[in-house]
T-cell receptor, first 113, second 113 residues
Framework: SQQGEEDPQALSIQEGENATMNCSYK?????LQWYRQNSGRGLVHLIL?????REKHSGRLRVTLDTSKKSSSLLITASRAADTASYFC?????????????FGQGTTLQVKP | SAVISQKPSRDICQRGTSLTIQCQVD?????MFWYRQQPGQSLTLIAT?????????ESGFVIDKFPISRPNLTFSTLTVSNMSPEDSSIYLC??????????FGPGTRLTVL
């Protein structure tokens, strides 16, 4: 079952603006990962944040994690048309050794040139 | 990280037939998984492909419909059997190396007529 809820479901912004996507989950976790999917292709791994981390950066990406609220956010700064894609969060559901991931419903981001 | 390839990238099949999807990882990995992504939906885990033993299926998925093989630590196959239009989806394999990150193949887009 899908435990993740992502908000918003769809987001449309202009190039250069920032995009923020949120993810909520229901169980305890050991880590949370964010992925990008272009046009129904494979998933590209963006960033992993551990449950004992509150914030992580990678290039134009900033991920926060609030385990007390069971939520995470992905911020893309200075967006580009190439950032147009669907973004998914995925958690391990608290199980550190099975490798299974539980995905959120995803946010579809459109960046207009 | 792990680089994953899948074959075929897409196929159009007739109902009642079967399709076998191959997944190759460029390094030995402990865990491999198969996911399904139905049109407009998020990813759902089908099964864990266990090396040298039977796959472990998630609720709602059965071996007769989705037989899986994993003969070694770098390769796995998923067969979609006796297909119906409801099986039209993207099928993705993933690999879980020693790190917590999980990497995905490019997916196989299946259309069943």
């Amino acid at each position: 079952s899908q435990q993740g809820e992502e908000d918003p479901q769809a987001l449309s912004i202009q190039e250069g603006e920032n995009a923020t996507m949120n993810c909520s989950y229901k169980t305890s976790i050991n880590n949370l990962q964010w992925y990008r999917q272009n046009s129904g292709r494979g998933l590209v791994h963006l960033i992993l944040i551990r449950s004992n981390e509150r914030e992580k950066h990678s290039g134009r990406l900033r991920v926060t994690l609030d385990t007390s609220k069971k939520s995470s956010s992905l911020l893309i700064t200075a967006s580009r048309a190439a950032d147009t894609a669907s973004y998914f969060c995925a958690t391990d559901g608290g199980s550190s050794n099975t490798g299974k991931l539980i995905f959120g419903q995803g946010t579809t981001l459109q960046v207009k040139p | 990280s792990a680089v994953i390839s899948q074959k075929p990238s897409r196929d159009i099949c007739q109902r009642g037939t079967s399709l076998t999807i191959q997944c190759q990882v460029d390094s030995q990995v402990t865990m491999m998984f198969w996911y399904r992504q139905q049109p407009g939906q998020s990813l759902t885990l089908i099964a864990t492909a266990n090396q040298g033993s039977e796959a472990t299926y998630e609720s709602g998925f059965v071996i007769d419909k989705f037989p899986i093989s994993r003969p070694n630590l770098t390769f796995s196959t998923l067969t979609v059997s006796n297909m119906s239009p409801e099986d039209s989806s993207i099928y993705l394999c993933s690999a879980h190396p020693a790190s917590n990150e999980q990497f995905f193949g490019p997916g196989t887009r299946l259309t069943v007529l």
